[in-house]
Nanobody
Framework: QVQFVESGGGVVQPGGSLRLACVAS????????IGWFRQAPGKEREGVSC??????YYADSVKGRFTISRDNAKNVVNLQMNSLKPEDTAVYYC?????????????????WGQGTQVTVSS
């Protein structure tokens, strides 16, 4: 019954911005970490960001450009993506995660939505 629905992707030029939204159902976001992952063509799925309790995580490749936020009342997790680069092109998914001090992002990828396509190209 757990479900994630991603939206907000699109086609932008390098340097542009997009705001992704992940709507979770089947549970509330309280005390439950949700993160963003992405998979580029021919590449492995990688963790981008996670917000869990009072902790956040960002992959080095997006640090300083992406910002994750949450609205527990609406069960929504957003990913604001600025200064987008061609290498950010991928399908973006959200899933459960935990941020562990000294370790980083721990994914729990039992449930995935259909994802939202982000294409950064001139």
């Amino acid at each position: 019954q757990v479900q994630f629905v991603e939206s907000g992707g699109g086609v932008v030029q390098p340097g542009g911005s997009l705001r992704l939204a992940c709507v979770a159902s089947g549970f509330t976001l309280d005390h439950h970490g949700i993160g963003w992952f992405r998979q580029a063509p021919g590449k492995e799925r990688e963790g981008v960001s996670c917000i869990s309790d009072g902790r956040t995580y960002y992959a080095d490749s997006v640090k300083g450009r992406f910002t994750i936020s949450r609205d527990n009342a609406k069960n929504v997790v957003n990913l604001q993506m600025n200064s987008l680069k061609p290498e950010d092109t991928a399908v973006y998914y959200c899933a459960s995660c935990t941020v562990v001090a000294g370790t980083g992002l721990i994914p729990y990828p039992d449930y995935w939505g259909q994802g939202t396509q982000v294409t950064v190209s001139s």
